[in-house]
Structure formats: structure tokens, C-alpha cells
């Protein structure tokens, strides 16, 4: 009842305009607070949800308020780590707007969507026997949502395939970073990374939710926008990582309009989701590994996520997942967390995952890129090279095991 409540305070107060808003860390010490947690991912907008260390929220001055009463009243531990959102929101913009001045590829700042179809569209024109980029369908508003078949150019057909997504969550800006950084090294770079391509193609779809990113770009109120756009009554956007068909409106998801984690009226009700279902069913049969790019955290995750349960071939799952922790810990010395989505995070329902896992990925990850700047969430701008970079590593191993065993 009480988030109820809460439910509808945030719909009147409704606007995200960012001003006065803070990011909470909330320490649950045990399985019954950690309850608490679940419950309220329902309302509030956490920016990391997982109960293997704090989790973070995103609030506004009002559900500050309430959401610190009902934590006291649980008894569950909390802390502010951010008190000004906006404030370091405005310093990336600024930073960003001057790194794109001075550079070329997408991975040297936060590009926009367009710059991000035109840069796959010249890698088309540039290598056209190794690469094909395809317009797979449309957003809500309109925007062309493409795909990038990289090949090694020996024309064979019918290859298995690792496929890479990225930019579900708008919000999650370091994802199409990392998702044109495995685009510009396969292709670009493609000498020192051939054996990836031997009896494999990969398919990149660099940004899935083109209008939620362009609506964070739009203005740096909407900065933290999550779902895509499509009008819900007094509200926009659906999760599109709640919106696939596989245990759709389990667990760890919303029937409510406004809030982060609103599953959608029924399964592919968003045009971007069912593009995505679309391109994964032609490549059905085919698809050894399905990597899908989020932030963040630093978590390699795998199916299954609706429920605390292991897939069939969980050994294989941890085995890849392995490697990348592996290489990423040499690289940086960064310890991503390895393992089973909703044991370690909480259930959540209808994510792509779970979605490409039974419709017969072999493998099939999450990948939670790790934190960056003074927000915690995204890297400030500047640090994008070191992020792309490091991630890439933990693909490379990751793809090498799928390439090696499966
Ligand atoms: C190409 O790949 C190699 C090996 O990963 C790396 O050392 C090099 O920096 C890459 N070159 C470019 C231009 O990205
Ligand atoms: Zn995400």
C-alpha cells in the first residue's frame, strides 16, 4: 500500500527534471531487508540493483523523503553518495561537446545516434566485402535501427555467429561505446583479430533503443531517461528489457505506466524490442553466443534471470563467462562479478537475454559495464578509451572460448 502510495507521488510530481536529485546506496544486512530492496525496485529508479554488494537509487527531493522513512522504518542501512546528479551531468556535457569537436570515432566521445548509423554506413562503403550493414527496422519516432554483419570476406554463408547488442537502456551511454568499439576493431583492425572471424560472423546492433538515447541527448534534464518513448497514457516508454517473451510479467518487473521497470502492455509491444526479436529469429540455429551490453556494475550475468535457477548448460555459461573475468582482471585488475542473473541481482523478467537464450543462443551474457565518475553510473567522457578498451579484452576472451568450444 505504502508504495502505492509512492507510486503516485512520483506520477504527480512526474517530471525527471533532475534538479535536487540524489543517488542513495542501500546496504540491505540481511534476506528479509533485502526483500525490502525488491519490493521498492518495483517504484524507484535504481541505477544498480544486485545482492551481492549496496545497491543505488536514483531520487528526486520528494521520494528522498519517503524512501529514507520507509528505509528507517526498516531498519535497512543507507547512505547519500551523490547529493547533486545534476551538477555532474552538466560537467560531462560540457566535456563531451568538446571531445566530439576534436575527434573522429564514435569510442572518442558520447556520439549521437545518426553519427552512429553513419559510421557503420562508411565502414560499409570502406570494406564492402567484409562488412554489411543493414536497416533491420524503426523506433517509435522513426529512426532507422541498423545492423552490422562483420564477415572475414571468404563469402562463406552460414557461419555461426556471435551476436553483440547494445543501447537497450537509454541512459546506459558506455554500451553503444563498447558496441562501436568491437565494430571498429573487428573491422578496422580486422588483421590482429582474423581468428574471430574464421568460422564465425559477428553481428552488431549498436543501438536498440535510438529514441530513449536521444531523448537523454536532448537535454541534459533527461539525462537519466531509461525506457524507449512510446506514450503510455501520462507517461512514456516501456523497459525494454522487461518488454521480450520469455516469462513476460515474471518477476522483478512493473505493470505501472510511469514507472522505470514497466514490462509493457504485452511482450513486443515496443517496435524496438520486436525489431530485435525479428533479427534474432533469422538468425535462428545459428547464434553460439549472444552478448547483450549494460551498465553497470561490472557483472558478467547469465540466464537464467527470471528466477534463481540454472540454465541446462550453466557450465558452459560460467566457463565463458570466466574467461572474460579472467582477462579483464589481468588487464585492469578489475574483479567483474561471474554468474547467475538472478541469483546474483534480483529476478528480473522478460529481459533479451533469457529471450535469446531459449530461442537457442548457446551462450548467452549480460554484461554490466563497470562504474565510472563521480555519478557512479556512466564514465565521464574523458574515460571512455580506458572503458571501450578494457571491455573489449573481456569480449576477445569471451568470444575466444565460444570460437575454441562452442
Ligand atoms: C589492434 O589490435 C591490437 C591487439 O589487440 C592492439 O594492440 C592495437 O592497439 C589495435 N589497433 C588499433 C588501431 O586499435
Ligand atoms: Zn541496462
New binding site residues.
Given amino acids: 500500500m505504502l508504495i502505492k502510495v509512492l507510486g503516485l507521488l512520483f506520477l504527480i510530481s512526474g517530471s525527471l527534471a533532475l534538479e535536487g536529485y540524489k543517488i542513495l546506496e542501500i546496504s540491505p544486512n540481511s534476506e528479509d531487508e533485502s526483500n525490502v530492496v525488491e519490493q521498492l525496485s518495483e517504484t524507484y529508479d535504481f541505477l544498480k540493483l544486485t545482492r551481492v554488494e549496496p545497491s543505488q537509487v536514483l531520487v528526486s527531493p520528494e521520494e528522498y523523503q519517503t524512501l529514507s522513512g520507509l528505509l528507517a522504518k526498516y531498519n535497512v542501512n543507507f547512505k547519500t553518495i551523490n547529493e547533486n546528479v545534476l551538477a555532474d551531468i552538466l560537467t560531462d556535457a560540457t566535456d563531451n561537446s568538446k571531445l566530439c569537436a576534436t575527434s573522429r570515432l564514435g569510442t572518442d566521445c558520447y556520439r549521437s545516434h545518426s553519427e552512429i548509423n553513419n559510421y557503420i554506413d562508411e565502414l560499409q562503403r570502406q570494406y564492402p566485402n567484409r562488412v554489411n550493414v543493414k536497416k533491420v527496422g524503426v523506433s517509435y519516432e522513426k529512426r532507422d535501427l541498423k545492423t552490422i554483419t562483420i564477415t572475414n570476406g571468404d563469402g562463406r554463408a552460414n557461419k555461426k555467429i556471435i551476436f553483440v547488442d547494445a543501447g537497450m537502456h537509454a541512459r546506459e551511454w558506455i554500451s553503444p561505446s563498447v558496441g562501436l568499439y568491437v565494430i571498429?576493431?573487428l573491422v578496422?583492425?580486422f588483421s590482429?583479430?582474423k581468428n574471430l572471424l574464421q568460422n564465425f560472423d559477428w553481428v552488431v546492433m549498436p543501438m536498440i533503443n535510438a529514441d530513449g538515447y536521444e531523448y537523454t541527448r536532448a537535454d541534459t534534464k533527461n539525462r537519466m531517461w531509461r525506457k524507449t518513448r512510446k506514450p503510455y497514457n501520462k507517461c512514456f516508454g516501456v523497459d525494454p528489457n522487461r518488454n521480450f517473451d520469455f516469462k513476460f510479467g515474471y518477476a522483478g518487473t512493473s505493470a505501472k505506466e510511469c514507472d522505470d521497470t514497466f514490462k509493457g502492455p504485452n511482450p513486443f509491444s515496443e517496435p524496438e524490442t520486436a525489431v530485435l526479436r525479428d533479427v534474432l529469429k533469422s538468425y535462428k540455429g545459428r547464434i553460439s553466443f549472444y552478448l547483450t551490453l549494460h551498465s553497470h556494475g561490472a557483472y558478467l550475468i547469465y540466464p537464467w534471470g527470471y528466477d534463481k535457477i540454472d540454465g541446462p548448460n550453466k557450465n558452459e555459461l560460467e566457463d565463458v563467462s570466466q574467461a572474460g573475468y579472467q582477462a579483464i582482471l589481468k588487464h585492469s585488475g578489475r574483479k567483474y562479478k561471474v554468474g547467475n542473473a538472478a541469483k546474483l541481482m534480483y529476478p528480473a523478467a522478460g529481459a533479451s537475454d533469457d529471450y535469446a537464450y531459449s530461442e537457442g543462443a548457446r551462450i548467452s551474457i549480460t554484461m554490466e559495464l563497470p562504474s565510472g565518475g563521480l555519478r557512479g553510473f556512466d564514465p565521464p567522457p574523458k574515460d571512455i578509451k580506458k572503458y571501450v578498451e578494457e571491455s573489449?579484452v573481456g569480449i576477445?576472451a569471451m568470444a575466444n572460448k565460444v570460437v575454441e568450444k562452442y
Avoid: A, I, K, L
Wanted: proline share 0%.
Fill in positions: 571498429q576493431q578496422e583492425n590482429e583479430n573489449w576477445v
